[in-house]
């Protein structure tokens, strides 16, 4: 070999392994992402998928590749898509990212929802085309905007059905008039008792009754419209809250010489007001506290600091085998593995502890007046319940363990998301460690309530 050919061969063989390295490393990145990735040629027919289009899709990748995800890739409404309408060929045909809302029905029969984005690749030297779509399962965020307008729907319909009660009342003489469903609303039978002006603020709660009193007098003073809303506490003992709307009409005077109004039962939309402010605080899947949550709690336990509680532990919890149980029984039984280290974590906190769920296998604890010792002690235990096997659904057993971390503060002037920046920090050195384990951080021990 001439020394020209020689040069010539080392060349080929390092471009030849500089691309074997850029496709080793593509293939890392497809695999990282948690987005769904189908790369669909010009004739429609997949020819790359990543792991997590395998996981949303519910197939392998070896009956992804050479299939045409037209074929069960609906659109929004579960139409098929029109030849010209469908996104690859619109993506191809104009040379332009196409966002669609799809429809799966996978292998199984489920049926879940995409968000997808279908962009054109450039033109191979052969000219061949073909392009790429990303796309993520959207099917809870769908499932939870849905139950969110159904109860909106609902909030409406008690508006329409709401029981509402007619009152009149007339300084002058203290002639006092009710309707039949203003008695049902204290709890009375209609016309059991006689009606005077003090027998409604007779079932006001006592909580109520000072601010109910004193908006009824200044509403008296300056006559026209006025709204108090407030409690009322039945012969039953059952709470209920009201909606006192009325009109109070003065003379030449300035005397009021009547007041009529209606009150409105608003408990149920109370309660649903009550629980849409639940879910907007609760993890869905586990019941746990969210972040916004965490955060609130957090902040208010900064102020409990300056007030002298003491101190404050944060402990950040990830379960080091969630991903192995997702990858051998389906993700069906890591949430049910979830669900029980749920469990499992309220049953290790103390009752006014909060413990909230960041999505994934990361959870962390907060300890209002645990110190460093006692927050380690917490991990400690929080360790052995979550390394104690799973007996789940399906005679399924299952090992997870948990790697956690501490960091305590009687600062209150600390940033929440440097604690729990802390934490995590902990929490990775007790990784790193080899997981199911727990450390605190150095600076923990510091800390003087």
């Not at 029969?109 to 962009?119: E, G, K, M, P």
Request: with cysteine; glycine share 10%; charged share 25%.
């Amino acid at each position: 070999m001439t020394p020209a050919e020689d040069d010539t061969a080392r060349s080929l063989a390092h471009h030849a392994a500089a691309l074997d390295a850029i496709e080793d490393i593509a293939r890392s990145v497809l695999a990282s992402v948690d987005q769904g990735i189908v790369v669909v040629n010009g004739h429609d027919r997949i020819v790359l998928v990543n792991p997590a289009a395998e996981r949303i899709l519910g197939q392998p990748a070896y009956e992804l590749v050479g299939s045409e995800p037209a074929e069960w890739m609906r659109r929004a409404d579960g139409a098929p898509w029109p030849a010209d309408d469908w996104p690859v060929r619109v993506a191809l045909r104009e040379r332009r990212s196409v966002h669609a809302s799809m429809r799966l029905v996978r292998g199984d029969a489920t049926v879940r929802w995409l968000s997808t984005t279908t962009s054109p690749l450039p033109p191979a030297e052969d000219g061949r085309r073909g392009a790429v779509v990303s796309f993520s399962d959207v099917t809870e965020r769908r499932r939870e905007a849905e139950r969110r307008r159904h109860i909106e729907r609902l909030l409406a319909e008690t508006q329409r059905l709401a029981r509402v009660g007619s009152w009149d009342w007339r300084p002058g003489d203290g002639e006092t008039t009710w309707t039949d469903e203003m008695y049902r609303l204290v709890g009375l039978v209609p016309r059991s008792v006689p009606v005077t002006a003090g027998l409604y603020l007779a079932f006001t709660h006592p909580e109520d009754r000072p601010g109910l009193l004193a908006a009824g007098q200044a509403a008296l003073a300056r006559g026209g419209e006025a709204r108090y809303a407030h409690r009322v506490l039945l012969p039953t003992g059952e709470v209920r809250h009201l909606q006192l709307s009325g009109e109070v009409e003065l003379d030449a005077d300035g005397e009021p010489v009547r007041a009529w109004g209606s009150a409105e039962d608003v408990t149920e939309r109370h309660r649903a007001q009550e629980e849409l402010r639940r879910m907007a605080l609760t993890d869905p899947l586990t019941g746990l506290g969210n972040r916004l949550l965490l955060v609130g709690r957090l902040r208010e336990a900064m102020v409990r600091l300056a007030q002298g509680v003491g101190c404050v532990a944060v402990i950040a919890v990830d379960l080091d085998g969630l991903k192995a149980v997702n990858d051998t029984y389906g993700h069906a039984t890591g949430d049910e593995l979830l669900r029980e280290t749920a469990v499992r974590l309220r049953a290790v906190i103390r009752e006014d502890d909060t413990v909230a769920r960041l999505g994934g296998d990361e959870f962390v604890l907060l300890g209002v007046g645990l110190g460093a010792a006692e927050a380690a002690a917490v991990a400690g235990r929080l360790v052995a319940e979550l390394s104690a096997p799973y007996h789940l659904s399906g005679g399924v057993t299952a090992w997870s363990g948990a790697s956690v971390g501490v960091t305590v503060t009687a600062d209150p002037r600390a940033d929440v998301d440097g604690l729990l920046a802390d934490a995590d920090r902990a929490l990775y050195a007790a990784k790193g460690g080899g997981g199911n384990r727990y450390a605190v951080d150095p600076a923990a021990f510091d800390v003087v309530a």
